[in-house]
């Protein structure tokens, strides 16, 4: 996979538009918790490694916007201010649609047969649900079809978040 | 009994072909399957199962690099950063 990193890319693209919300969404957190490294306490740190993990999830939906269900899912898990962990790890404790879409299925051992193949997906579908933001509204083929960009995004967050700490590290 | 597959999606009955196709590109994005040889014989529990470790394991690197970039939070100057880094890293 190509890493152009001093290269002009375009201004527009996914990378650049998380990097400048994530950017801004970092020095936001830093006015409002102004702390100086030593004197902090650690609850107050475990706070702001919180918000900077939100910062960054948020910052990502925003960049993507709303023509992806995760990116709705998180913007307006966001928005309504649910508790910062369900946020971040896509867990829904009172979903509407929760086992609809998949079917109830119990998690039966069941011999090998023809239609074992797509049941032992739907069996690890429901992890993936959870791990997707607004999985739980899904059916399968959303589902997968959303795994595949959140992972894409996933990736470039991943890289522009170690871009900026090493950056700073220097 | 057929009450199983009523319960699925409302839309017809999810084909083997389309699965097939999304979980190809799922592949795309797995570095442990992609390398594979013998990708056309991986499962598709497999990739689910693959995918759902790969998330897992990008959020604990984003909860990490969240603790760095907190700790580093003090020393970014508010001034010139942005448009430097933004230009270095674009």
New interface residues.
């Given amino acids: 996979m190509k890493n152009p990193?001093?290269s002009?890319?375009n201004?527009g693209?996914l990378?650049?538009r998380f990097?400048?919300v994530f950017?801004?969404s970092?020095?936001r957190?830093?006015?409002h918790?102004p702390?100086?490294?030593s004197s902090s306490s650690h609850g107050e740190?475990l706070k702001?490694?919180?918000?900077?993990?939100v910062a960054?999830?948020v910052s990502m939906a925003r960049a993507v916007g709303t023509r992806r269900a995760w990116s709705r899912a998180t913007l307006w898990r966001a928005r309504n201010g649910e508790r910062q962990r369900n946020l971040?790890?896509g867990r829904c404790s009172k979903s509407n649609s929760r086992e609809r879409?998949?079917?109830?299925?119990k998690r039966k051992k069941k011999k090998k047969k023809k239609r074992d193949?797509?049941e032992?997906?739907f069996?690890?579908?429901k992890?993936?649900q959870k791990?997707?933001p607004g999985g739980e509204a899904m059916?399968?083929?959303c589902l997968?079809?959303e795994?595949?960009h959140?992972?894409?995004c996933?990736?470039t967050?991943?890289k522009?978040?170690?871009?900026?700490?090493d950056?700073?590290?220097l | 009994m057929s009450s199983r597959r009523s319960r699925q999606s409302s839309s017809s009955r999810i084909s083997d072909d389309q699965i097939t196709d999304l979980v190809s590109k799922l592949r795309q994005h797995l570095p442990e399957i992609r390398d594979r040889r013998r990708s056309d014989k991986v499962p598709a529990s497999k990739v689910l199962q693959e995918t759902c470790n790969h998330i897992k394991n990008l959020h604990q690197e984003v909860d990490n690099l969240s603790e760095r970039l907190s700790q580093l939070l003090s020393t970014i100057d508010p001034d010139s950063p942005e448009a430097a880094i933004i230009r270095s890293l674009i």
Avoid: W
């Fill in positions: 990193q001093r002009p890319t201004p693209s990378r650049s990097t400048q950017l801004q970092l020095l957190i830093r006015k918790n702390t100086s490294s740190f702001r490694c919180r918000r900077v993990k960054a999830y971040l790890y879409s998949l079917g109830k299925r193949n797509e032992h997906s069996g690890h579908a992890k993936l791990l997707v059916d399968f083929c997968l079809d795994t595949a959140y992972i894409k996933l990736i967050q991943v522009v978040m170690r871009s900026i700490a950056f700073y590290s």
